[in-house]
């Protein structure tokens, strides 16, 4: 029997389901096979058979999608792979002995940013799994005196990077500080806080249940960073002297590019210091702005905050502690959705503002029109 070759393709698009998630999407899906033999008496021969095996493949594809493998994804990275294997699996199962080369999985027209927001975390997951600490133990160590979260934004043009954190710190005079910093396109800024006790300690109990000292010991992988990039780090100071070492005992966690492959730590973390901070009292505010000339600082200021911050209200845009987007103008930032911190130095929109932007949409939650971004400027739900 001659080898048959054909194309196939589903007539109309397919519904599929992801595992874990209560949506349907539909897609359309095209490929070849190179058929090596086949039950004649069912298929017949010639272009007969050519029409009647090609029919086969193409009403399989529903079925193999809904027999997708737990833990993988319809979208996601390996998927015409996998879809090849179910169908020479289906096809054998028919009589019909094939090699099986899936062209395309597509999702049809419209259908994508609703496919984000359903399964945009699964699919992330996918394509970069997140760090596990599951069965790492820590070393001995003395109380966590000292902990930061910073953030790195780096882009191509001049006066696009810009630089965020957090630091935690335990003082010897038993006052807990933390100091929020941001600094970006000629100015700077610095806030501190006075923290509760026991909101600094969930901090402590974090770094602890999460192993994230023995974390740092570790070589992790992590995506290549793209040339505009925002990229994190952790770092946590013991204080050692009981065990017989130092008092500041320092060691660090290179994230890579943020929200990544530490991204649920991450998470975590800031969640943790945004508390510190909501909780806190703001005791201290320092803005610092380039005057344009080398060197040249003006407008430094040291002035105490008394004001309630759930009454402060800003103008202008603003950037992003969390993931460095500059111009945001709402209440959420349009790229990460983190909200519009209350003390912040607001810096204007310019030209080499960071982050994807595209043509504005009408939020479905609320519906706020002219959002640029991933997250609504307003509630700060998902596009």
Not at 184 to 195: F, H, I, L, W
Not at 350 to 366: E, K, M, R, V
Request: net charge negative.
């Amino acid at each position: 029997m001659a080898e048959l070759t054909f194309k196939f393709g589903t007539p109309a698009p397919v519904t599929f389901r992801e595992h874990g998630c209560d949506k349907d999407f539909t897609a359309r899906v095209t490929g070849s096979a190179a058929v090596s033999a086949y039950a004649l008496a069912r298929y017949g021969e010639g272009e007969a058979a050519e029409a009647a095996l090609r029919k086969a493949a193409s009403e399989l594809v529903s079925d193999c999608l809904a027999r997708w493998p737990e833990g993988k994804l319809v979208m996601g990275p390996g998927n015409r792979e996998i879809l090849n294997g179910l169908l020479e699996t289906a096809l054998s199962a028919a009589g019909v002995t094939a090699k099986v080369e899936v062209r395309s999985i597509d999702l049809i027209e419209g259908q994508m940013d609703a496919y984000m927001q359903a399964c945009g975390e699964a699919l992330r997951e996918c394509m970069c799994p997140s760090v596990r600490t599951d069965g790492l133990t820590d070393e001995p160590h003395g109380p966590l005196i000292g902990l930061s979260y910073n953030l790195s934004s780096h882009g191509m043009m001049m006066g696009s990077s810009s630089s965020s954190g957090d630091s935690l710190n335990w003082n010897r005079d038993g006052s807990i500080i933390l100091t929020s910093s941001y600094s970006g396109g000629g100015s700077s800024s610095q806030t501190e806080y006075r923290v509760k006790p026991e909101v600094a300690e969930r901090v402590r109990d974090y770094v602890a249940r999460e192993h994230l000292a023995a974390l740092s010991k570790e070589k992790i992988p992590t995506p290549q960073a793209c040339d505009n990039f925002t990229s994190s780090s952790i770092a946590m100071t013991f204080d050692d002297r009981a065990l017989g070492g130092s008092p500041f005992e320092m060691l660090h966690i290179q994230c890579g590019p943020a929200g990544m492959t530490f991204r649920k730590i991450e998470d975590e973390i800031s969640e943790l210091l945004k508390a510190c901070r909501e909780s806190g009292e703001c005791i201290q505010f320092k803005n610092t702005e380039s005057d344009g000339t080398p060197g040249g600082m003006l407008n430094l200021m040291n002035m105490p905050m008394a004001a309630d911050p759930s009454t402060t209200q800003l103008s202008g845009s603003w950037a992003c502690p969390k993931c460095g987007h500059l111009g945001n103008a709402g209440a959420f930032c349009a790229v990460c959705a983190a909200p519009r911190p209350t003390f912040e130095s607001v810096k204007p929109a310019t030209a080499t503002q960071a982050g994807p932007l595209s043509d504005g949409w009408t939020c479905a939650n609320c519906g706020h029109t002219g959002n640029g971004g991933r997250f609504c400027v307003n509630c700060g739900s998902p596009r």
